[in-house]
Every structure is written in C-alpha cells, then in structure tokens.
T-cell receptor, first 113, second 113 residues
Framework: EAQVTQNPRYLITVTGKKLTVTCSQNMNHEYMSWYRQDPGLGLRQIYYSMNVEVTDKGDVPEGYKVSRKEKRNFPLILESPSPNQTSLYFC????????????FGQGTRLTVV | GENVEQHPSTLSVQEGDSAVIKCTYSDSASNYFPWYKQELGKRPQLIIDIRSNVGEKKDQRIAVTLNKTAKHFSLHITETQPEDSAVYFCAASSMDSNYQLIWGAGTKLIIKP
C-alpha cells in the first residue's frame, strides 16, 4: 500500500530534550516536506527536499533541522525543543517538485512542556 | 513572497445546499492551485486541483474556478452531504518559489441536517 508513515503519532517531551520525528514514504517520491499545523494558521512549511541531499528552508525553519540521506526518509529533528514548538506536524511527499498531489503522513502531535 | 487568504473561516450550510469557499493569492506567477480536505483527526487529502491554463474544473459535486486576472480561485460543493463536514484548505504554488505550496488558513465547513 502506497503511504507516508510518521512516527511517533504522539509525543510529550520536556524543553531542551532533543527529539526526532521520522517520516518514510514507499512511493519513490522525489519531493518531501514538513509542515506544522496550528489553529487559525493553516499549514506552514518548515523544510522541504527536492531530492536526496537537497534540502531547503520553508517559511518557519527556526529551531528545526532535516536531512535527506535516502530518497524514502526525511526525518525532522528538534535539537532543543521549546514550548512554542508544540504543534501538529505533518510530513508530505509528492512525485516531483512540479506540483502534483501531496500525500500526507498521519501526523505527529508534539507537546513540549 | 506568496500570500494566500481564505474566506470564510467557518461556513455553515443546510444539507443539500451549496457551499462556496474563496481564496485570493498575491503572486501572479502562481500556476497551481489545489484544494485539500481534512476530516477531524485525519490527514489532509487532495480533493481537486487546477492549473493556471484552465478556468474551471469539475469532479462530480465539486468544482474549482480560477480567475487569474483577479487572482482568486474558489471551491464549489453542490448538494452538500454530512460527510462533507471538514476543514478545507486552499493552496498556491509557482515554479519561481521551487513549487513551495503556500496555504490558506482553512475553512471549517459544517453541514446542518
């Protein structure tokens, strides 16, 4: 089954404790991205990757890191989480940068206390 | 950069009536305009999209219209049903910005029985 898989689904952590949210897709998609979703603000892009070893900042990259060592994986790293990073996070992938349908993961609800 | 505004933020319609959600964008280079539906607790999923060389596109009860001159596009849902209740997001992207999707803030559609 074609899918984008994020883990974990839910995470509660403390300020400053490094964490990684994993994202994997099995559709051989080139383009992957991370979004955060906050009430009233819609989806805001954190980082995106147009292919392996090619990543770029989105609209709200501060406090986040990503890597794209393999085509299928695009982990999101919070080196020192803060309470303002409490949010619902989505990973998405699409076939190519030339926009086509974006397939989203199930979401990760992160709470930083 | 691109900015997408979406209205209304909440829309309540009687079952069987039509619903219209509108978005405006700022970047005249934008050429791809998707609409996503997000049911409560679920991931966003593409329901329809349109490219700038097309003025209207229909898929059963759903249609999207694009006015490039005015830089706005709209989602039309006819004969609304309870399963149409969800949050709907519009987005816009252009090659100039690496096809980065810029999202509206979302419209919560409520279908009253």
């Amino acid at each position: 089954e074609a899918q984008v898989t994020q883990n974990p689904r839910y995470l509660i952590t403390v300020t400053g404790k490094k964490l990684t949210v994993t994202c994997s897709q099995n559709m051989n998609h080139e383009y992957m991205s991370w979004y955060r979703q906050d009430p009233g603000l819609g989806l805001r892009q954190i980082y995106y990757s147009m292919n392996v070893e090619v990543t770029d900042k989105g609209d709200v990259p501060e406090g986040y890191k990503v890597s794209r060592k393999e085509k299928r994986n695009f982990p999101l790293i919070l080196e020192s989480p803060s309470p303002n990073q409490t949010s619902l996070y989505f990973c998405a992938s699409s076939l190519s940068p030339d926009p086509t349908e974006a397939f989203f993961g199930q979401g990760t609800r992160l709470t930083v206390v | 950069g691109e900015n997408v505004e979406q209205h209304p933020s909440t829309l309540s319609v009687q079952e069987g009536d039509s619903a219209v959600i509108k978005c405006t964008y700022s970047d005249s280079a934008s050429n791809y305009f998707p609409w996503y539906k997000q049911e409560l607790g679920k991931r966003p999923q593409l329901i329809i999209d349109i490219r700038s060389n097309v003025g209207e596109k229909k898929d059963q009860r759903i249609a999207v219209t694009l006015n490039k001159t005015a830089k706005h596009f709209s989602l039309h849902i006819t004969e609304t049903q309870p399963e149409d209740s969800a949050v709907y997001f519009c987005a816009a992207s252009s090659m100039d910005s690496n096809y980065q999707l810029i999202w509206g803030a979302g419209t919560k559609l409520i279908i009253k029985p």
